[in-house]
C-alpha cells in the first residue's frame, strides 16, 4: 500500500510513518511546518541537511494553506497514494485528496481550525504587530479563516476514522467532533513511543536527586488564540510542589529545566519566589537526542500537571525507564486503555511532594516503577502495532470503495 502523510506535531505521525515503511509499505511525507519540533531531523539527526526521496518539504505551512503552487503539487502527491494519514491542517486538504483518511488531531488543528468560534476570538488575541498593521494582519486572517476552517471541518468529517484523546478528557474538543458527525464508534487513541528506537536504561541512583522535566512551561490562562486548551500544562504546580518537598524535607535536588513554552519568564519568577533558584540549571531548547540523554541521567522525569495528559516526553522518558512524576487522569486512561499507566500521580503541589518523599529515598521503588513504564510502553504504545491497526483500517477503506465503485 502506498500511504501518504501530512503534518508532523512533535513528530507523532513521523514515528507512524517509519513504522509503515518498517512494515514494508511505500510511504510519501509531506513536512508542513518550519517549526523545528515538527520536522523529521528533530527525531533523526541524520537527516539534517538532505531528505530522502520520500519525504518532501512543503513548510512554511502558509504554502498548503493558501491557494498556491505548492499546494496544488502537494494535493497531486497525496493523489498518488492509495490513502493519508493527515495532521495540523492536513484534514482541509482531503475534499481535494480524495483518498480514505485517518486524522490524527493534536489539539489546535481540532479547537482552532475547525472550530467556527475561532472568528469571533480572532480579533480579541493579542498580536506582535503594532498599530495599523495590527487591524491589516487580523483582516487578513478573517479573509482567509473561514475558508480554511470549513475545509478543515468537511476533511475530518469525510475521514474514516480519527484519532484523538479519549472521550471525557476534553468536553469542548468532544462537542466538536460530535458536531462533525465523529462518534465513538469512528475515534481511536493513538498513543506513540518510539519503542523501537529508545532503549530502557538502567536508573543512575545520582548522589544528589536529579529531576528533569521537558514538557514546554505553558501555565496562565487565557492560553492565546491558535493554540488548544491541551497547551495548558499546569507546570506552577511542579514548581510549588519542589518548593514544598524542599522546605519539608531539606533535601536538596538537582532540577533540570528547559526554556520552552509561553510562559519561561514567568517560571523563572516563581522559582525565584519559591526560593529554589540555586537548586535549578536551566537548559536551553535542544534536540530530541539531547533530551532522551537527559532522561538517561535522570532519577525522575516530571510530565504535565493540567488538563492535557502524558505525552510523547513522558511517553519516552517510561520507555528509558524512568519514574514520571505527573497528572495522568487515571480514571480516563484506565477507561480508555482498560489498564492502569504506572504513572506517579499528582495534581497539586502536596501531591508532587508526596511523590518525591517516597521516591528520593528508594532506589528500588524507582526502579521497579521503571520497569513497569517500560513494559506498559512496549505492550501499549508501540509504533508497529499502531501501524498495523492503521493500515487494517485504511484496507477496509479501501476494499469498501472498490466494491461500491464495482457495484
Known sequence: ????????????????????????????????????????????????????????????????????????????????????????????????IGRPAIAILTGSDLEYFANPETLWQLWREPSSFKGALILAVKALKALLLPGIIQRQREGIRQTTKVSFFPHGFYKRADELLEGLGVGLDKRIFLQLADVEFVQYCEPPNNAVFRAFCATRFTWEHPIPAGYSELDYKGSDVMIRGLSLYYRETGQRLDIHLVRKGLHVPKTIDLVRKEGISDLVTWHDEMSLAGIREQFRLADVIFEQFGESMIGMAGLDAMATGRPVIGNGHPELMQQAMGVSMPICQARTPGEVSAQLKRLVPDAAERRRIGLASRAYIEKYCSTDSAARLCLEILARSIDRGRNAHAS
Open 1 to 96: 500500500m502506498r500511504v501518504g502523510f501530512f503534518g508532523n506535531v512533535n513528530n507523532y505521525p513521523f514515528l507512524l510513518a517509519r513504522a509503515f515503511k518498517r512494515l514494508g509499505h511505500d510511504v510519501v511525507f509531506i513536512v508542513s511546518s518550519e517549526m523545528p519540533l515538527d520536522r523529521p531531523e528533530n527525531q533523526e539527526r541524520a537527516l539534517c541537511g538532505s531528505y530522502p526521496d520520500w519525504i518532501h518539504d512543503f513548510s512554511p505551512r502558509w504554502k498548503t494553506m493558501l491557494p498556491t503552487p505548492w499546494r496544488s503539487r502537494c494535493i497531486r502527491l497525496l493523489q498518488s497514494c492509495d490513502a493519508v494519514v493527515l495532521n495540523q491542517i492536513g484534514p482541509s486538504l482531503l475534499p481535494e
